[in-house]
């Protein structure tokens, strides 16, 4: 049932991203902005890690999880080391995956030429 929740909620969360896609003048990088505020707001407000607790990797793997990361980092290192965590702690917790985003870029570039688009 894990597997079936986490589905419905990363999908409805796509599902709104593409519908604000079609029906309005966003760009797509707008929109990606839009998500992770929106993450960072709903973490904030208290909404977003009970939805964390209810759909695991159906709320964290879309970009509004990104958000939900940066906030609970910021939290944590307020609460641990004070106001200084405010420029700390959002990096400090996705400094994981932002380190293996630049290693595998690094890794790919270094593995395939760079071909010209024939359109």
């Not at 992770?36 to 509004?64: K, S």
């Amino acid at each position: 049932m894990d597997y079936l929740w986490a589905f419905a909620v990363g999908g409805a969360i796509c599902l709104v991203g593409q519908i604000l896609i079609d029906l309005t003048k966003l760009t797509p990088a707008k929109i990606l902005v839009s998500f992770a505020v929106a993450g960072v707001i709903l973490t904030a407000v208290g909404l977003y890690a009970p939805l964390v607790e209810f759909a695991g990797a159906g709320a964290t793997v879309p970009i509004t999880g990104f958000g939900f990361l940066l906030a609970e980092g910021v939290r944590r290192s307020v609460d641990s080391i004070g106001l200084l965590g405010i420029f700390s702690g959002g990096m400090g917790a996705a400094a994981a995956g932002l380190e293996a985003v630049i290693i595998m870029g690094l890794i790919v570039s270094l593995l395939f030429k760079r071909g010209d688009r024939v359109s």
